[in-house]
C-alpha cells in the first residue's frame, strides 16, 4: 500500500479498492485512518474523495478499477485533445492541469461519467429488481426462492411436473404447492420453461415487466434486471403476453406468440416488438441454446443416446445402469414435455422396475433392463 503515498488525485482513490472498504464498510485493514491522519494535506484530500464516494453510492463490486481507469484516460484524453486543438505547448499543458478550472473540468467530466453509468448499472437495475419484489410481495400462497449463484444453469422442478433450466444469476420464486385455478411463479433473470398441460389451470410467469400466460408449452424468457430488454421466445406450443399492471404508461396490449416465434419488450420506450422468424434476428439467434434445437424426436433409438441428448439439453448427469440397457432401443417423443415428464415415459417405456430419482442436476436411473 505505499503506492497510495504517491496519490495526489481524487480519482486514485476512487479506484483503490481498499479504500471503497474503509469508508462504505468501515473494514480497515488496510489501516486508512492511521494512514490519513499523518498529514493534515494528505487528510483533507482524503474527506474529497470519501464525499465523492459516498455521493456517488456505488455498491460494491459495481465499479472496476478498469472503469475508473478507463473514465479518466477519457478525461485525459478530452483535456489533451482540447489543448492540441489550441497549439499550447506541453509546459501550458502541465500549468493548465494544475489549474483549479481544468482541475474542476476534469472531475465534473469524470463524474457525469460515472453519473450515468450508475444510473444504467445500477438504479436501473434495482428498479427492475424492485418490480419482482413487488410481484412477489403481493402473493399469498408462501413462495419459496431459489437463486443460482453458480455458474451452470439448475434444475427446478415444480409441484405440478413444470421444470425450469434457471441460469446463473437468475432467480426464481414459486410456491411448493399450486393452490387456486391458477399457477404463478416469478422470474428475475433468465429460465426455459417447460409447463405440465392443464387447460383448467393456466400457467403465468411474471418476469419484471411483463406477463407470460400458457397451458403447456416450452419456452425460454430472458429479463435480466440491468439489461435494456426483456425477451420471450417460443419452442413449442402457444403464448399470450402482456404488460404487468405495476408498469405505468405501459400500453394494455396481449402479444400471441406460436413456435419459433419471440417478442422483445423495450423497457425504455415501455414497447413490444414481435419477431415473427427468430432466424432473421442475429441476437435471437445465436442465444438459442441446446435445449431449444435438439430434437426429442426418437425412433428406434438406443437409450444411451436418448441420455445424452437429455444430458447435452439440460446440462445433467444422467447415471443409469450401462450393462442391462445396452440393447435397448425406445421410439417415443418426448418434444413438448417437462424433464420430469420425459423421464417418466422412458422409464414406462423401458418397464422392468425401471425408475428415476432428481437430486439437483444429478439424475439417477434404476433398471432391471428392458422388456
Known amino acids: 500500500m505505499q503506492e497510495r503515498n504517491n496519490y495526489t488525485e481524487i480519482e486514485e482513490f476512487l479506484a483503490d479498492e481498499s479504500f471503497h472498504l474503509w469508508i462504505r464498510f468501515a473494514d480497515d485493514q488496510k489501516k486508512w485512518e492511521e494512514w490519513t491522519l499523518e498529514d493534515p494535506k494528505r487528510a483533507k484530500l482524503v474527506e474529497e474523495a470519501r464525499l465523492w464516494l459516498l455521493a456517488m453510492n456505488v455498491p460494491e463490486s459495481t465499479m472496476s478499477k478498469i472503469t475508473v481507469n478507463d473514465a479518466l484516460e477519457s478525461t485525459w484524453a478530452k483535456i489533451k485533445n482540447k489543448e492540441k486543438n489550441n497549439n499550447q505547448i506541453q509546459k501550458s499543458t502541465i500549468k493548465l492541469w494544475n489549474s483549479n478550472w481544468i482541475r474542476g ?3 465534473l467530466l469524470l463524474f457525469g461519467y460515472i453519473s450515468t453509468w450508475i444510473y444504467n448499472d445500477y438504479y436501473f437495475s434495482n428498479n427492475n429488481s424492485n418490480i419482482y419484489y413487488e410481484l412477489i410481495n403481493k402473493n399469498r400462497e408462501g413462495l419459496v426462492e431459489q437463486t443460482n449463484n453458480s455458474n451452470n444453469p439448475q434444475i427446478i422442478t415444480l ?4 421444470s ?3 441460469q446463473p444469476n437468475s432467480k426464481l420464486s414459486y410456491p411448493k404447492i399450486f393452490v387456486g385455478n391458477e399457477r404463478k411463479v416469478y422470474l428475475s433473470g433468465e429460465g426455459f420453461f417447460e409447463i405440465s398441460k392443464n387447460p383448467e389451470k393456466p400457467f ?5 415487466e411483463i406477463v407470460t400466460k400458457v397451458v403447456g408449452t416450452s419456452f425460454r424468457i430472458k429479463a435480466y434486471t440491468n439489461q435494456p430488454n426483456v425477451e420471450v421466445l417460443v419452442r413449442t406450443g402457444k403464448v399470450k403476453i402482456k404488460s404487468n399492471q405495476i408498469i405505468a404508461n405501459s400500453e394494455e ?3 400471441v406468440l406460436l413456435p419459433n416465434q419471440a417478442l422483445r419488450f423495450v423497457r425504455k420506450g415501455l414497447t413490444f416488438h414481435k419477431i ?3 432466424t432473421k434476428d442475429e441476437t435471437l439467434a445465436h442465444s438459442v441454446g441446446n435445449i431449444e434445437h435438439l430434437s426429442f424426436e426418437f425412433t428406434d433409438i438406443p437409450v444411451s443416446q436418448i441420455f445424452s441428448t437429455i444430458e447435452q439439453a439440460y446440462l445433467v448427469n444422467i447415471d ?3 450393462e442391462k440397457l445396452k440393447n435397448c432401443h425406445l421410439t417415443t417423443s418426448l418434444n413438448d414435455q417437462p424433464l420430469p415428464e420425459k423421464l417418466k415415459i422412458i422409464c414406462k417405456s423401458l418397464g422392468n422396475n425401471s425408475n428415476y430419482e432428481m437430486n439437483g442436476n444429478q439424475i439417477i436411473i434404476t433398471s432391471d433392463g428392458c422388456n
Request: proline share 4%; net charge negative; hydrophobic share 55%.
Open 105 to 107: 473540468a476534469a472531475a
Open 159 to 162: 409441484s405440478d411436473g413444470s
Open 253 to 255: 396490449e396481449e402479444v
Open 276 to 278: 415473427t422468424d427468430i
Open 204 to 208: 403465468f410467469v411474471f418476469a419484471n
Open 164 to 166: 425450469v433450466l434457471l
Open 320 to 322: 443409469f445402469p450401462k
